[in-house]
């Protein structure tokens, strides 16, 4: 019987190529189909398992964050999985079913009226207070954040796909564009790496013109990214989600603005292969992204 590791598990995700792109091969990494439903387990099993290496990470401790949403789950998950409590401070709107998931791997949460910028205000606060009660992943400026893509996004696409033109990301915390694009850029030196940027509200990925957190690994090695896409929620969100439903995926909302953006990057281009990502699905967002589906998208309703 073939067995797997927990790295082999993280990396075997679908990947499945569009049908609705007839000038350029487009495939989507459904990282929705991955522990905890998103493509944040990766980065945080690697920001643990490396700090558990490294002795930095201790029995005794709790791992503190501040997160919006998928790494938050990763982390409740992952925490229990190496048996350190974990600890999460939220923006108090966060979606109830996520709070729900969070607790029931085990998480505390602390919710704070804000975004997730005031959360982590919060954080760095009890850390300066209580130096050693916390671990803190600090995945704004881990660089085991961006190694994790480094190590399991990139080579798995490699190994499936094999040269690709072009690959498509969100922003959020970089990790997945920066970790992802360096390994890529050093197999296929030729391929472009493109960056969406929402320039208003898509949970998940943020606007690198007004964020207060900026990541320290995303200064280092910005220049991996050739060129940022700009897409907007009312413009671009419904298009892109839709356009997945066509496909018979229901993804979450930086998808759609993902493949929304891949579009507006390919407008006029032909004969290109290449890959984006779909960091989660639409479970999680259900209530907002029901307004937003066209019934004739959906398989059966017609």
């Known amino acids: 019987m073939h067995s797997f590791s927990i790295e082999q598990l993280l990396q075997t995700v679908p990947i499945a190529k569009f ?4 000038d350029n091969n487009v495939y989507t990494m459904l990282e929705k189909f991955n522990l905890c439903g998103s493509i944040k387990v990766k980065p945080v099993y690697w920001m643990l398992k490396k700090a558990m290496e490294r002795e930095v990470l201790l029995k005794g401790q709790k791992i503190l964050e501040a997160s919006s949403g998928n790494t938050a789950i990763a982390l409740s998950y992952m925490g229990n999985i190496f048996g350190f409590p974990v600890v999460l401070i939220v923006p108090a709107e966060t979606g109830s079913c996520k709070k729900k998931l969070m607790r029931s ?3 505390e949460l602390i919710e704070v009226d804000g975004i997730t910028d005031d959360c982590i205000d ?3 606060d009890m850390v300066e207070r209580h130096p050693n009660k916390y671990f803190v992943p600090d995945q704004f400026n881990n660089e085991d954040n961006m190694d994790a893509h480094y190590h399991l996004t990139a080579p798995y696409i490699a190994e499936k796909i094999g040269k690709i033109d072009f690959f498509v990301a ?12 360096k390994y890529l850029k050093e197999h296929y030196p030729d391929v472009k790496i493109i960056g969406i940027n929402p320039l208003d509200r898509v949970e998940g990925i943020k606007n690198y013109n007004c964020v207060r957190n900026i990541g320290k690994f995303y200064e280092k090695y910005n220049y991996i990214i050739d060129e940022i896409i700009n897409v907007r929620f009312d413009e671009d969100v ?11 995926y ?14 507006k990057y390919l407008s006029g281009k032909s004969g290109l292969s290449g890959v984006i990502v779909s960091p989660d699905g639409g479970d999680y967002y259900f209530s907002e992204i029901f307004p937003l589906l066209e019934p ?3 398989k059966g309703c017609e």
Request: avoid cysteine; hydrophobic fraction near 30%.
């Open 122 to 124: 919060l954080r760095n």
């Open 170 to 181: 969100g922003l959020g915390t970089t990790g997945t564009i920066l970790g992802t694009g």
């Open 250 to 263: 229901f993804t979450g909302i930086s998808s759609g603005a993902i493949l929304s953006g891949t579009k």
């Open 238 to 248: 419904p298009k892109g989600i839709n356009d997945y439903l066509s496909e018979g």
């Open 19 to 22: 049908k609705q792109f007839k």
């Open 296 to 298: 004739t998208m959906i």
């Open 105 to 107: 791997y085990g998480a």
